[in-house]
């Protein structure tokens, strides 16, 4: 991992993570290619890179989304979005994580878009990840890990992960089982120690019912734009 410093300009008070969140959504129209259609993902820290990519959106083609939050919100400032099978390579996609480590292996699900977001990164040639410091750690696990689920197969999985050590649960909403933009449910697994993410990815994704799973290492990041009290660093891998 390499890593270079963009400096805030004034020595102004501690940075919010909402203005965290801002200054990496900003940063990352650096990596945004004229004249081409650009790869969105899903979450708060992306809600302000859309919103910054507003400003330049009479220069792109438009987007490629993650999830139906970020084409609601694309569509409302007037970038065009494209279905992914209409578009046969991104040369970017710009999205958030839960958790990032030190190769660029992420956690990512939060949002509830995982499996979108996974579609939309392997079409894309580089994964520009954008987040705040907080999300920066040794070793992927600590974030409860977001699992697509086919809604039959959920006890089952639950009981996978208990037999590895982790401790799963089906994420509700008001209530109820959170349906995903794909109709299916989540499950959100705590006490996993990530260690080796492609193997684990590799393993889980077979799993019968298993949709998707949270850990991006075969879509894992190029780029990683942190926010951090002095500045967006940028981190390549
Ligand atoms: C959504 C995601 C998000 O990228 C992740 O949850 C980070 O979100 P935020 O920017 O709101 O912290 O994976 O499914």
Redesign the pocket.
């Given at each position: 991992m390499t890593q270079t410093n963009t400096p805030t300009t004034d020595a102004s008070p501690a940075l919010t993570q909402d203005q965290l969140?801002t200054l990496v959504g900003q940063a990352a129209l650096q990596y945004v290619v004229p004249g081409e259609i650009v790869g969105v993902?899903?979450?708060?820290?992306?809600n302000k890179f859309i919103d910054a990519l507003a400003t330049m959106k009479d220069q792109i083609k438009g987007a490629v989304s993650s999830?139906v939050a970020s084409t609601e919100r694309l569509q409302a400032l007037g970038i065009p979005v494209f279905d992914s099978n209409e578009v046969a390579r991104l040369s970017v996609y710009i999205?958030?994580?839960?958790e990032i480590d030190g190769h660029g292996n992420m956690v990512?699900?939060?949002?509830?878009?995982?499996t979108r977001?996974k579609i939309v990164a392997a079409q894309s040639d580089r994964f520009v990840c954008i987040?705040d410091e907080s999300?920066l750690v040794q070793t992927l696990g600590a974030f409860p890990l977001?699992v697509e689920v086919i809604p039959m197969a959920t006890q089952r999985v639950i009981a996978q992960f208990a037999a590895q050590g982790g401790s799963a649960k089906v994420r509700l909403k008001d209530g109820h089982p959170l349906v995903t933009d794909n109709g299916q449910f989540i499950v959100d697994v705590t006490g996993l120690q990530i260690t080796d993410p492609r193997a684990f990815e590799a393993e889980v994704s077979q799993w019968p019912g298993v949709v998707t799973v949270?850990v991006f290492a075969f879509q894992r990041a190029q780029v990683c734009l942190l926010g951090t009290a002095n500045g967006v660093k940028t981190l390549t891998f």
């Open positions: 969140k993902g899903t979450g708060s820290t992306v999830s999205d958030g994580a839960d990512k699900g939060g949002g509830a878009a995982l977001e987040a999300k977001p949270g």
